[in-house]
């Protein structure tokens, strides 16, 4: 007797479904009822407890003919499948799904890395495939390309990829480093974007369009197929690489340090995904909080600054590197260093400077591409259960400065410390927001859960839309996205019901909803 | 100044500016040598899902964590000869503080076997 159900599926017609399915993966691959495997697919990181949001099953399948399969028994029997290649994403939903009994596909045995072109540098690789085994692969060979990965590297290639994730070195927008996607539609049909939709193709990995409507970006952040392979191409090791980190003594140098950081982003003079860290994120990453506070509410400033003294931080930190022709990199970066010179007790490190700075150490291995867990260090500072916002803003000094006394204000108002850095796109900043709370505290979840609405909703109303959110909270984004009485969502849902008629891939995924589901729409849990 | 011929991408840039030292010639094709889950090696499966996370000396949160809670002289999981291998194999599977749960099809039940007996020795 399965513990949860998937909503409108009767109990008889479940059973029979899982009988079936069993039959396509094996009986060692169906998890379903009280199996102590499905256990694994809880997501003890976020607001909403993890008993709220428990799989009926999971299906782990190992092929495309089995996907395929195992979708036309989900058409017949109205099985909404939850599908990711590594289930890392926590923070953002982890291996759980979107609602209470919705049935897991789980690609992670799919993990071969199906080509790696040292030549034309990319590879080939199946959703299973981690940031890690990629590395390590390349490693083993003897490759001189590397991987650009996010900062936790348990994550997927593919999965990160497609939810639109980011990494740290010149390849640091990784869905632009996306190449030619093989995907498997609802109805069982195999689609190759790109120049892979040619038979005798010899360019699938090497140029993104193809001919006709470039359809790739359909199948990011969307619930419109099964993608199964996809190309991402691999940075070749430069001859030359000279990571830094500028430290600046005062909150207010923020304006100043990104109005010198856009041009030098724009014209690609710092080619990589440099981060701006306040000392309170770089400090979590390293000390426990009790040590420094164990008060109610948010860190006072002075414990702040204690921290940042003892790490020897600055209260805004910058972390960027050079690449390319050693003669180059050194003139470039005099360059560099001049402009931020100018912000008065500016300090420049470069490498050597910070041996044994587990900050700077993590940071710097994240610049070429070097996988690594450093991160993570955050969980040890005040407990386990994280949301993270990423608003996206002009990369001006006045809307940075807008975005952390708005970011601190909203999370100030909830007890929150305010933990927050800023990402530099090309033109762009990615402001990371992080809300951090014990998660087996019911009142500091809930307290957690309203400031995570107001977030949205405050740097939505301030014109700053979020790159991704929790699962919980994707209605309220996609509702932030509301031009045109929600013109976006209404043709996502459009190309949803055409796609998949009957509902089955990842109902609900980034708010769009399948024609059967859409009445549970933006509903809360009480 | 030397360029590595397997340098693919730089060497190209080299020969169109013409700078020199660079080699011609096609790169060697590259073998994968990759262990296939789900029988990978003990050492392997530590290397791609828990040395980020475990493995000796700062920027290790579990490392980190471990020193915290238990000291510094039980803060490394590799040589944990006090942890019993079946302990090993539920924290894995079930998760344990910070750290998440890894399913079957992350680290597969022989692998895990071998993984949990492998930590165990110094």
Not at chain 1, 46 to 58: I, T
Not at chain 1, 135 to 161: F, Q, Y
Not at chain 2, 9 to 34: D, K, N, R, T, Y
Request: with cysteine; proline share 6%.
């Amino acid at each position: 007797m399965p513990a949860v159900l998937p909503r409108s599926v009767k109990t008889a017609d479940f059973q029979r479904a899982l009988e079936r399915l069993r039959k396509i993966v094996g009986a060692e691959w169906l998890f379903s009822g009280d199996d102590p495997k499905l256990a694994a697919y809880r997501d003890d990181y976020s607001a909403v407890p993890s008993d709220l949001r428990v799989p009926s099953a999971a299906i782990c399948a190992g092929t495309l003919e089995e996907i395929q399969a195992v979708l036309a028994v989900a058409n017949e029997f109205h099985l909404p499948l939850w599908t990711f290649g590594n289930g890392k994403n926590y923070a953002y939903g982890g291996p759980a799904p979107r609602e209470q009994g919705f049935l897991i596909l789980d690609l992670k045995r799919m993990n071969r890395i199906l080509e790696v072109n040292e030549e034309l540098a990319y590879a080939l690789v199946e959703p299973g495939v981690s940031y890690f085994q990629l590395h390590e692969h390349l490693r083993s060979i003897g490759s001189k390309l590397w991987v650009d990965c996010p900062a936790p590297g348990w994550g997927g290639v593919m999965g990160n990829t497609l939810e639109h994730g980011a990494g740290y070195t010149p390849y640091g927008d990784h869905f632009i480093m996306q190449c030619g996607m093989e995907v498997v539609l609802a109805d069982g049909m195999v689609v190759r974007t790109g120049m892979g939709a040619m038979p005798k193709s010899t360019c699938w990995q090497l140029f993104k369009y193809g001919y006709g409507p470039w359809v790739d970006g359909l199948f990011t952040q969307s619930n419109y197929g099964v993608v199964t392979k996809m190309g991402v191409w691999l940075m070749p090791e430069p001859p030359g690489y000279k990571p830094f980190m500028i430290t600046v003594p005062r909150e207010e140098d923020l304006h100043q340090l990104i109005e010198i950081t856009l041009p030098l982003k724009m014209n690609m003079v710092i080619p990589n995904g440099a981060v701006v860290a306040h000392a309170l994120y770089d400090g979590a990453v390293q000390v426990s909080r009790a040590k420094y506070h164990t008060g109610k509410g948010p860190m006072p400033e002075s414990a702040v600054r204690k921290i940042a003294s003892d790490l020897d931080l600055g209260m805004w930190n910058l972390y960027g590197a050079l690449y390319g022709l050693p003669d180059n990199v050194e003139l470039i970066w005099t360059m560099v260093r001049d402009a931020y010179a100018s912000i008065p007790g500016a300090r420049f490190f470069l490498k050597g400077d910070r041996a044994g700075d587990p900050g700077w150490e993590y940071r710097e291995m994240l610049m070429r591409g070097v996988p690594n867990m450093g991160e993570f260090g955050l969980l040890n500072f005040a407990g386990r259960g994280h949301l993270n916002f990423t608003p996206i803003a002009p990369m001006t000094g006045d809307d940075a400065v807008k975005m952390f006394e708005l970011g601190r204000r909203i999370l100030h108002r909830h007890g929150f410390d305010h933990l927050t850095e800023f990402v530099g796109t090309w033109r762009a900043l990615i402001n990371l927001v992080m809300v951090m709370f014990d998660q087996q505290d019911a009142a500091a979840r809930k307290r957690a859960d309203a400031c995570a609405r107001e977030v949205i909703l405050g740097f939505a109303e301030a014109g700053y839309g979020e790159l991704k959110a929790n699962l919980e909270y994707m209605d309220l984004v996609q509702q932030t996205y509301g031009y045109g009485d929600g013109a976006v969502r209404r043709l996502s849902e459009t190309i949803k019901d055409a796609l998949d008629p009957n509902g089955i891939l990842s109902p609900g995924k980034q708010g769009i909803w399948p024609a059967s589901m859409r009445k549970q729409r933006g509903k809360q849990r009480a | 100044m030397r360029f590595k011929r397997s340098n693919y991408g730089w060497c190209s840039l080299l020969l169109v500016l013409g700078s020199g030292g660079a080699l011609a010639g096609e790169p060697a094709a590259l073998q994968a040598a990759e262990h296939r889950f789900p029988n990978r090696p003990a050492e392997y499966t530590y290397k791609v899902h828990c040395a980020g996370c475990h493995d000796p000396g700062e920027g290790h949160p579990g490392t980190m964590k471990l020193g915290i809670t238990r000291g510094k002289d039980l803060a490394v999981l590799k040589g944990r000869a006090d942890l019993p291998v079946e302990y090993i194999e539920t924290i894995v599977r079930q998760g344990l503080i910070e750290m998440a749960p890894f399913r079957k099809t992350e680290i597969g039940d022989t692998e895990l076997h071998a993984l949990a007996q492998w930590l165990r020795t110094p």
